[in-house]
């Protein structure tokens, strides 16, 4: 996996550029950017270019070929079990790095989802994370900085990952094949991520999305009906209602857009849906109606029931 | 020699080159100078700030062959193990990875044997808030009256998880937080010795990303000495570290008191191609407001603000067109977003809605105006008398009242209309209800909010709002049938149930026995209402203190 192979981040590719060049390599790396973003692509060509000949991976000697599947002795990978990254994960990693390495220059891990690290095992890792035995290196990636401890960030020198351009979403997506329309759009809903571009040509989401958005618009308390069958078709899986949740953001973000006079809108194709809703509502209830996602979405990410989150959801939306 | 991080290649070895923290050093050195060294040591302080380094000063003065010194030599054998890490009579402790009471018993047993080397036996024992419970306990009589070769340091950014008993067993010190300057004297010193061409602003900037800590501001160096080389452009630190440019501030604030929208989004857009992060911008914005704040409030802010005499002057310019209140609620908002983002993935949009609402904020009047317009409406009231009972002080419940007449007026008309059509009489309905509830509580609270349209002995027709869940609901074959049996029951005859969707402009039609509990909850409200205002206490009260009633509520 060579460093051109990653879209966008010239700022974080060129840093680890420099420091394989001079070979100041530090010893413990955070990446912080959205999902789908290239994080762990960028982690891989670095461990790639280190473990290979110091520069660029080639991409076919016995090394390269077995860091891309995964089965290289000298990396590890810490992801979460569950929910969390629980201690034990910590303490056998910790015995895994004592040893030397098996054939590398030095030991490397990757934890994946480094803020679902709890509190016992954050600790645990502050000494390792500190001063690694041998010439160890810790590459620890993260969507969500704030929710890592201060004491973890400042012992790792940090590299931000920027949002990937929609232009550069739309090239990357128009050159695997995917018609110039739905690129379009979906570079757009993706929000910076190309894992999000990517998930959403995949689940066919651009066409579905405007039954979805005109079945929830409406909705009303009159007929009560509609309102369960929907929760309950887009309720069944956690998955789903997620997306459903981000649909809807997307769409109420353009309203206000659209409100506000600005007119550089997502949703492309439903410009004349979004200019009807637009036409019968406010700003201050569309800032409701957004308000009142973002909290069914605090509501799941704590494990609530979807269907009922839905339900109560759709209820709030229609009152209003 | 494999290359090792600024932090920890230039990890302090004396007291002397430990920054920031002289009034420790000079404790600790003065305590082993005059022979009075506790045998328990807590440090405490944020992250960063020099507790595990002077943990191990502290360790290799204690432990010096050249006698207990306020400084160690650094060259004999007893110094350099402790540097490496390998002295056999230092342990150093890692408290989150060997947190169990198990490991404080090992320790213990341990503890009896004198030093192999080295004058004492040193435990430094790092992160100590993570040990467990039972470990603190197990290690309460031992931290209490160790042996006399024995010394015990714990090191922390958590004190307040620690227990009080192994608190008050310990010699506190707390460590403070890096001044600016300090930082930068150290950075200075470092780029000097590493060779590093860089200038003083540069590594203010660097310096202010630490944040207080040392260890961050060499990470952060570290980060851009990475992606600069050996010779550091001022430019390439602000890219590098997402500084945000104070352009963008300004322009901010600008289309905020502006009340412009479009502006608005265009800024965070331009945020976002930029590469800076959404938070990190929203916290950059609520000091640049607080800035604002400080520049109305205080005549010389430029002791009180790190920042050149232009931003100054602009800032003062800008501060002029907003009210003190307004930025105040302006801040507020910020914060409530800013926590918000951290928990969230639409945190571009949480700042966008967030700006919107600053924007549409009504300009906040002053205090002191409202109440010179308060003393004004005060005057012209005590003119002109009222007539008593149109000035009814509460508007909820003078519209409550007028409702609850005019519904009241129509219930009694209704009655009049559709007597002859209520044979089974009208009691009959609320009797009814009560024994479906008693029998079947669904169908009960259902049948509550359907209006008897007609109820007489051969037939029953219950109205309902169309679509909803109640008619929905009682159409179900079981419910039919379970009301079908109740019914038979209660009326001894067999009449027809008729479950009626009516249109919402239902007016003229009996009313519900929800509507009517309601109905008579206002009445009752009312009429408490109409005590309350008559009684001669209240009426006194109202004029000893030129008062308004607000809220009545039974107790």
Same mark, same amino acid.
């Given at each position: 996996?060579?460093?051109?192979?990653?879209?966008?981040?010239?700022?974080?590719?060129?840093?680890?550029?420099?420091?394989?060049?001079?070979?100041?390599?530090?010893?413990?790396?955070?990446?912080?950017?959205?999902?789908?973003?290239?994080?762990?692509?960028?982690?891989?060509?670095?461990?790639?270019?280190?473990?290979?000949?110091?520069?660029?991976?080639?991409?076919?000697?016995?090394?390269?070929?077995?860091?891309?599947?995964?089965?290289?002795?000298?990396?590890?990978?810490?992801?979460?079990?569950?929910?969390?990254?629980?201690?034990?994960?910590?303490?056998?990693?910790?015995?895994?790095?004592?040893?030397?390495?098996?054939?590398?220059?030095?030991?490397?891990?990757?934890?994946?989802?480094?803020?679902?690290?709890?509190?016992?095992?954050?600790?645990?890792?502050?000494?390792?994370?500190?001063?690694?035995?041998?010439?160890?290196?810790?590459?620890?990636?993260?969507?969500?900085?704030?929710?890592?401890?201060?004491?973890?960030?400042?012992?790792?020198?940090?590299?931000?990952?920027?949002?990937?351009?929609?232009?550069?979403?739309?090239?990357?997506?128009?050159?695997?094949?995917?018609?110039?329309?739905?690129?379009?759009?979906?570079?757009?809903?993706?929000?910076?991520?190309?894992?999000?571009?990517?998930?959403?040509?995949?689940?066919?989401?651009?066409?579905?999305?405007?039954?979805?958005?005109?079945?929830?618009?409406?909705?009303?308390?009159?007929?009560?009906?509609?309102?369960?069958?929907?929760?309950?078709?887009?309720?069944?899986?956690?998955?789903?209602?997620?997306?459903?949740?981000?649909?809807?953001?997307?769409?109420?973000?353009?309203?206000?857009?659209?409100?506000?006079?600005?007119?550089?809108?997502?949703?492309?194709?439903?410009?004349?849906?979004?200019?009807?809703?637009?036409?019968?509502?406010?700003?201050?209830?569309?800032?409701?109606?957004?308000?009142?996602?973002?909290?069914?979405?605090?509501?799941?990410?704590?494990?609530?029931?979807?269907?009922?989150?839905?339900?109560?959801?759709?209820?709030?939306?229609?009152?209003? | 020699?494999?290359?090792?991080?600024?932090?920890?290649?230039?990890?302090?070895?004396?007291?002397?080159?430990?920054?920031?923290?002289?009034?420790?050093?000079?404790?600790?050195?003065?305590?082993?100078?005059?022979?009075?060294?506790?045998?328990?040591?807590?440090?405490?302080?944020?992250?960063?700030?020099?507790?595990?380094?002077?943990?191990?000063?502290?360790?290799?003065?204690?432990?010096?062959?050249?006698?207990?010194?306020?400084?160690?030599?650094?060259?004999?054998?007893?110094?350099?193990?402790?540097?490496?890490?390998?002295?056999?009579?230092?342990?150093?402790?890692?408290?989150?990875?060997?947190?169990?009471?198990?490991?404080?018993?090992?320790?213990?047993?341990?503890?009896?044997?004198?030093?192999?080397?080295?004058?004492?036996?040193?435990?430094?024992?790092?992160?100590?808030?993570?040990?467990?419970?039972?470990?603190?306990?197990?290690?309460?009589?031992?931290?209490?009256?160790?042996?006399?070769?024995?010394?015990?340091?714990?090191?922390?950014?958590?004190?307040?998880?620690?227990?009080?008993?192994?608190?008050?067993?310990?010699?506190?010190?707390?460590?403070?937080?890096?001044?600016?300057?300090?930082?930068? *004297?150290?950075?200075?010193?470092?780029?000097?010795?590493?060779?590093?061409?860089?200038?003083?602003?540069?590594?203010?900037?660097?310096?202010?990303?630490?944040?207080?800590?040392?260890?961050?501001?060499?990470?952060?160096?570290?980060?851009?000495?990475?992606?600069?080389?050996?010779?550091?452009?001022?430019?390439?630190?602000?890219?590098?570290?997402?500084?945000?440019?104070?352009?963008?501030?300004?322009?901010?604030?600008?289309?905020?008191?502006?009340?412009?929208?479009?502006?608005?989004?265009?800024?965070?857009?331009?945020?976002?191609?930029?590469?800076?992060?959404?938070?990190?911008?929203?916290?950059?914005?609520?000091?640049?407001?607080?800035?604002?704040?400080?520049?109305?409030?205080?005549?010389?802010?430029?002791?009180?603000?790190?920042?050149?005499?232009?931003?100054?002057?602009?800032?003062?310019?800008?501060?002029?067109?907003?009210?003190?209140?307004?930025?105040?609620?302006?801040?507020?908002?910020?914060?409530?977003?800013?926590?918000?983002?951290?928990?969230?993935?639409?945190?571009?949009?949480?700042?966008?809605?967030?700006?919107?609402?600053?924007?549409?904020?009504?300009?906040?009047?002053?205090?002191?105006?409202?109440?010179?317009?308060?003393?004004?409406?005060?005057?012209?009231?005590?003119?002109?008398?009222?007539?008593?009972?149109?000035?009814?002080?509460?508007?909820?419940?003078? *519209?409550?009242?007028?409702?609850?007449?005019?519904?009241?007026?129509?219930?009694?008309?209704?009655?009049?209309?559709?007597?002859?059509?209520?044979?089974?009489?009208?009691?009959?309905?609320?009797?009814?209800? *009560?024994?479906?509830?008693?029998?079947?509580?669904?169908?009960?609270?259902?049948?509550?909010?359907?209006?008897?349209?007609?109820?007489? *002995?051969?037939?029953?027709?219950?109205?309902?709002?169309?679509?909803?869940?109640?008619?929905?609901?009682?159409?179900?074959?079981?419910?039919?049938?379970?009301?079908?049996?109740?019914?038979?029951?209660?009326?001894?005859?067999?009449?027809?149930?008729?479950?009626?969707?009516?249109?919402?402009?239902?007016?003229?039609?009996?009313?519900?026995?929800?509507?009517?509990?309601?109905?008579?909850?206002?009445?009752?409200?009312?009429?408490?209402?109409?005590?309350?205002?008559?009684?001669?206490?209240?009426?006194?009260?109202?004029?000893?203190?030129?008062?308004?009633?607000?809220?009545?509520?039974?107790?």
């Amino acid at each position: 996996m060579p460093f051109s192979d990653i879209i966008g981040q010239e700022t974080p590719v060129s840093v680890l550029r420099r420091s394989l060049a001079t070979g100041k390599i530090a010893h413990a790396y955070i990446f912080d950017g959205i999902e789908g973003c290239g994080k762990m692509k960028t982690a891989m060509a670095f461990i790639t270019a280190i473990f290979c000949n110091g520069t660029e991976g080639c991409g076919h000697c016995s090394v390269c070929r077995r860091l891309a599947a995964c089965q290289h002795p000298d990396l590890h990978m810490v992801e979460p079990d569950g929910a969390f990254i629980k201690i034990d994960q910590i303490r056998n990693l910790q015995k895994e790095l004592s040893y030397r390495p098996y054939e590398a220059k030095k030991k490397v891990c990757i934890i994946e989802a480094a803020d679902k690290m709890n509190l016992s095992s954050a600790n645990a890792f502050l000494k390792t994370l500190e001063e690694p035995p041998g010439d160890a290196l810790l590459i620890l990636l993260t969507s969500s900085l704030g929710s890592i401890l201060p004491t973890i960030l400042s012992r790792c020198q940090r590299l931000s990952f920027s949002s990937i351009p929609e232009a550069a979403i739309e090239a990357y997506l128009c050159g695997t094949g995917i018609p110039e329309e739905t690129a379009r759009i979906a570079a757009s809903l993706a929000g910076g991520s190309l894992k999000s571009a990517l998930e959403i040509t995949l689940e066919q989401t651009v066409p579905n999305r405007k039954n979805l958005l005109e079945r929830t618009i409406a909705l009303s308390l009159s007929e009560i009906a509609p309102l369960f069958e929907l929760a309950e078709e887009q309720g069944n899986d956690r998955d789903k209602t997620l997306e459903l949740l981000d649909i809807l953001t997307v769409f109420w973000r353009d309203v206000l857009l659209l409100l506000s006079g600005s007119p550089q809108v997502a949703n492309k194709d439903l410009l004349p849906l979004l200019r009807k809703e637009a036409d019968r509502t406010s700003l201050e209830k569309v800032m409701e109606r957004i308000e009142l996602v973002f909290r069914s979405r605090q509501a799941l990410q704590r494990n609530v029931n979807p269907r009922l989150a839905l339900e109560v959801l759709f209820m709030g939306l229609a009152r209003s | 020699m494999s290359y090792l991080v600024l932090a920890r290649k230039w990890r302090p070895q004396t007291f002397g080159d430990l920054v920031g923290q002289e009034h420790i050093c000079r404790t600790l050195q003065n305590a082993i100078e005059s022979g009075r060294v506790a045998h328990a040591f807590l440090f405490t302080g944020a992250r960063g700030v020099g507790k595990t380094t002077a943990a191990r000063i502290l360790a290799k003065a204690l432990e010096c062959e050249k006698g207990q010194k306020t400084e160690p030599c650094n060259v004999c054998p007893s110094c350099s193990s402790i540097t490496a890490g390998n002295a056999a009579d230092v342990f150093e402790i890692d408290g989150a990875s060997n947190t169990g009471v198990d490991d404080i018993r090992e320790l213990r047993e341990n503890i009896k044997y004198l030093p192999s080397s080295c004058r004492f036996k040193i435990f430094i024992i790092d992160e100590v808030h993570m040990l467990s419970i039972s470990a603190f306990n197990a290690l309460l009589k031992t931290l209490e009256e160790p042996p006399p070769h024995v010394k015990f340091i714990f090191a922390t950014t958590e004190p307040h998880k620690i227990p009080v008993t192994i608190l008050s067993r310990c010699q506190r010190f707390d460590f403070k937080r890096i001044p600016l300057q300090k930082i930068v *004297a150290r950075l200075r010193y470092i780029s000097e010795q590493e060779k590093i061409v860089i200038s003083d602003l540069a590594l203010t900037t660097i310096a202010r990303k630490g944040d207080g800590s040392m260890r961050d501001a060499l990470s952060t160096m570290d980060q851009v000495l990475s992606f600069c080389g050996d010779t550091v452009a001022e430019n390439e630190v602000t890219a590098l570290l997402g500084v945000v440019d104070r352009r963008l501030l300004f322009e901010t604030a600008l289309a905020v008191f502006a009340r412009e929208y479009p502006p608005l989004f265009d800024i965070v857009k331009r945020v976002d191609d930029q590469g800076y992060n959404m938070r990190q911008y929203c916290q950059e914005l609520i000091g640049h407001f607080r800035n604002l704040v400080m520049v109305r409030l205080t005549k010389n802010s430029s002791e009180l603000l790190d920042l050149a005499e232009g931003e100054l002057t602009e800032l003062a310019g800008q501060a002029t067109c907003v009210q003190l209140e307004d930025l105040q609620r302006h801040i507020s908002i910020l914060l409530k977003a800013e926590s918000e983002m951290a928990s969230s993935s639409f945190s571009r949009l949480i700042l966008e809605m967030a700006l919107v609402k600053m924007s549409s904020l009504a300009p906040a009047v002053p205090v002191n105006e409202i109440l010179a317009r308060i003393k004004g409406l005060e005057g012209l009231q005590t003119n002109c008398r009222p007539p008593a009972g149109n000035s009814s002080p509460g508007k909820p419940s003078a *519209a409550g009242s007028l409702a609850s007449e005019s519904i009241n007026s129509t219930i009694t008309s209704k009655t009049t209309d559709k007597a002859p059509e209520h044979t089974v009489a009208e009691g009959e309905w609320p009797a009814f209800v *009560a024994y479906v509830k008693e029998r079947k509580a669904r169908l009960g609270s259902m049948l509550e909010s359907g209006r008897p349209l007609l109820v007489s *002995a051969e037939s029953l027709r219950i109205g309902f709002p169309a679509g909803s869940f109640s008619l929905i609901s009682l159409k179900d074959p079981d419910a039919m049938q379970a009301l079908t049996e109740l019914t038979r029951q209660f009326f001894r005859t067999n009449p027809t149930i008729e479950m009626v969707s009516l249109s919402v402009e239902a007016a003229d039609l009996p009313p519900s026995l929800l509507e009517e509990k309601s109905i008579e909850a206002n009445r009752h409200l009312a009429e408490l209402e109409r005590e309350a205002k008559s009684h001669p206490t209240v009426a006194t009260a109202l004029e000893i203190f030129g008062g308004k009633i607000v809220e009545i509520k039974e107790i």
